[in-house]
């Protein structure tokens, strides 16, 4: 298994809302509805923002939201903030039983 | 609420084993969780490396598990990760965390250097 693709970079300004894709395969993302993302802010720990595709865990901010069709998963936020200038990595779970990151996306806060 | 605790040496030599312990607390490594590890070498992405059972079935990345044991040791409840044959290429922040990944390890960088 691959690592999911991401794009390597989005950008935004405050208020407006973005998208990143992360594209596995039909072994991954595509079979199983157990995409997760995390957010992680430089030197920081990653923070869970979405599992299962579409759940957000307690204390994290309606502005995230998470999708999937076919292969590909997707993270939304909307009403952009300068705070959720991070790198964004999406997970899923395998048909080997084992979980994939994609590569990475870093969102810039225009 | 569970804490969790990445330990080891920070230095290990070419062709040597990286050994490393998650000390869980406030919490049980035999609850019905599975255990992960994922590291991430300086300024680049997140790789999954592996996961046990506190039963002590493990999932393996197909491209480390040549090299790598993680293992639990409930009385300690903590589980350990090694990984031999180490190269510059393991370099890494190594954390640990439930298998959900809702949290992590503060992270432990390992550096493979002579």
């Known amino acids: 298994h691959s690592a999911l693709t991401q794009p390597a970079s989005v950008s935004g300004s405050p208020g407006q809302s973005i998208t990143i894709s992360c594209t596995g395969t039909?072994?991954?993302?595509?079979?199983?509805?157990?995409v997760s993302w995390f957010q992680q802010h430089p030197g920081k720990v990653p923070k869970l923002l979405i599992y299962?595709?579409?759940n957000r865990p307690s204390g994290v901010s309606n502005r995230f939201s998470g999708s999937k069709s076919g292969n590909t998963a997707s993270l939304t936020i909307s009403g952009l903030q300068a705070e959720d200038e991070a790198d964004y990595y999406c997970?899923?779970?395998?048909?080997?039983?084992?979980?994939?990151f994609g590569g990475g996306t870093k969102l810039t806060v225009l | 609420q569970v804490q969790l605790q990445e330990s080891g040496p920070g230095l290990v030599k070419p062709s040597g084993t990286l050994s490393l312990t998650c000390t869980v607390s406030?919490?049980?490594?035999?609850?019905?969780?599975?255990w992960t590890w994922v590291r991430q070498p300086p300024g680049k992405g997140l790789e999954w490396i592996g996961e046990?059972?506190?039963?002590?079935?493990?999932n393996y990345s197909p491209s480390l598990k040549s090299r790598v044991t993680i293992s639990v040791d409930k009385s300690k409840n903590q589980f350990s990760l090694n990984l031999n044959s180490v190269t510059a290429a393991d370099t890494a922040v190594y954390y640990c965390?439930?298998?959900?990944?809702?949290?992590w390890g503060q992270g432990t960088l390992v550096t493979v250097s002579s």
């Open positions: 965390a439930p298998s959900g990944m809702d949290f």
């Open positions: 406030g919490g049980s490594v035999s609850s019905d969780n599975w």
């Open positions: 046990i059972h506190h039963g002590g079935s493990t």
């Open positions: 039909s072994s991954d993302v595509g079979r199983y509805n157990y």
């Open positions: 299962d595709v579409t």
């Open positions: 997970s899923s779970y395998t048909s080997i039983s084992t979980r994939v």
